[in-house]
């Protein structure tokens, strides 16, 4: 539960933030960094780095567009209390079918089969009219109501992001010391081993996918509010590598590195261009990935752990 | 020659042509062996004999390329592996594979829980849960209890064997598949080793591959030798002591101790 404490100093954004810091910087890092976080939770626990995050944030975002209001003719508008269920409960579902259709790869085969299925459901939405609303997608899609509260205004619409990073921080930080949250990281070390002590190791598997599917859709939910709008262009090749980028300059082997990799990302995103004309922001961040693999392979978290060994070992160091 | 057993009840294991091929290679040949309940075997043969790979198969890490395997009387040919360890069968690995991210605590809750279910929980474990209580008795067994909570991956190689064994003892075994369980241990650890094998209760089958005389003879009350993955010998230690094919191949001509 101590790295959910991570999340608490962003709860005091609020008190010196103007709306831009809040929704536009850390509301959106926060978003970014839970979408994230199901690719952390892959790769740390069962040891497979994971394309298909876009994809499972995008099926529960694309749920909330079409059973939720829209400004396009597409869809059937349900109470938010049923679509939000039904959002997360698809977003596991494509959990559930990623991970059997991945079950059996590791390494560079996951990575390409996720990135297989991802580009495969760009493509179904971008020709697909009926559900998806084709090359255009849904605009319009506004947060809801909830008990005189509107959560399209920028504090309440923040505390409810706040509130779900913490409680998917918390979510991964318990179920990893759960019994399936051992036996997955047993999967992770040796699976032959897991068979040998008579566990089978495809349910383990499907149910890591399904938790990062939870976790996916719990942030493609906030996103979708958070731009109002969805299209294929946010399930496409960019969303997919954003995500792995975040995972990657944050640290793969620890959940809060998926925040401190949102938050980068979303800084260097929104103050670049006043260093440098927008279309060379990829080549920054790939400056920033390739400075972060070959100088702290572990990702922002890594080197502050290590930093913070350090500083320790030095104070101990001098009271001797 | 395959040893005749006059009993009623069922085999513990009872394989018949069991083969194992990888391309054109036969790595096990037309092995037939009967092991009885609560009988200690000593599987033994020079490198390369097929003796891991024999436990492979008998395990389901390995399809069988031909023949059948009987446990208690049920063919397991084609039974995954997850399924015969829950029909009592539990092995150890010549090198071994162990979850190094977990703690000696959790590792053998998973063994606990593999064979008694319980593993598909996902609510944090509570220090009082019944598998948590057994986990620690079986790090007793295997001379662990004081290093409950180190990560595995911190072990020492003779603690590493000792948690192997430990798993392999969960919920108690009708079966237990040891494979070189003293390779690397040092000469002061051998002893306890043994010392564990036999103070392990006597119903429980074991089927060892080991390459100490010393513990493979002690531990056991008959032997099967493999050569080039056939079945070359069978019978009492004393008498594949003494037997002349197995000097040969095996030991060289010559008695190597």
New interface residues.
Partial sequence: MKSALFILPFALVPFFANDFWLVQIFGRALILGVIALSLTFLAAYLGVVSFAQATMAGVSGYTVAYFGPNSVDVGRELPFYVVLPLAIIMATLSGVIIGLIARRSQGIYAIMITLAVGVAFFYFTRQNYTYFNGWTGFSGIRAPEIAGTNLRDPLPFYLLIISVAMLCLMLVN??I???????I??V???P?????????TT?VIV?AYAIAGFIAGSGGILNVWYQERISSFSVGLGPIVDILVIAVIGGLKHPIGAFIGALAFVLLDTFAVDFIDRERFNTLIGLVLLAIIMGAPDGLHGLAKSWLARFKKRVAENQV | MPISHDHKTANALEIQGVGRRFGGFWAVKDVSLSVRPGERRAVLGPNGAGKTTLFNVLTGDLVASAGTIRMDGADVTQTPMHKRIKGGLRRTYQHAHLFDGLTIRETLFLAVSGVAGGWQRFLPLKPNDDAIGKAENLAGMAGLSSDLDREVANLSHGQRRQLEIGMALAETPKMLLLDEPAAGLSPSERPRLAELLLSLPKDITIVLIEHDMDIALRTSDSVSVLHNGRLLAEGSPENIMSNEAVHNVYMGGAHGH
């Fill in positions: 318990g179920f010391k759960s019994p399936l949250g051992l036996t990281q047993a992770r070390d040796a032959k081993r897991v068979l040998a002590i008579g566990i089978p349910p149910s």
